[in-house]
């Protein structure tokens, strides 16, 4: 029973993530919102950092940014590597983004961008690019 819950909530993981398109402002937005809110609320229990960092990115496309945030810190607290921390650090950026908060937003690209200066430097243009979208907001 408990694989099945295992790969349960693998699927679900996985299937968040395909259910997200980004609109013509390059926002994350539901392809499917109720398939979308259907996998968030399957994953959202889970209490690893995959599970949590999917239940916010869900929920961010879903508009949900004070739920996107709550789950996004607690990824960030679960998180065990740098990788994952600059992850997380990015979509706690895009919440503050999509929610009209530019500083806090800057706050969190900037944090993920030092990070990645330091530890995985593939990322830093990406983050350099979400950095720019602030500046043509």
Known sequence: MHLL??????VCRVQIYD???YDERLRMVPSDREKLATAVAEVRHGGD?????????????????GEAFEYLYRALDAAETDRQTI????N????????????????????ALDLARRSEPDLVAPI???LGTLQTA
């Open 87 to 90: 992850d997380v650090l990015i």
């Open 19 to 21: 259910l997200i398109a």
């Open 49 to 65: 950092i995959r599970s949590l960092r999917a239940a916010g990115v869900g929920l961010l496309a879903l508009g949900e940014y």
């Open 92 to 111: 706690l950026g895009d919440v503050h983004r999509y929610s009209d908060d530019q500083p806090g937003a800057e706050e969190c690209y900037e944090a």
């Open 5 to 10: 819950l295992v790969r349960s909530a693998t």
């Open 128 to 130: 350099e690019a979400a």
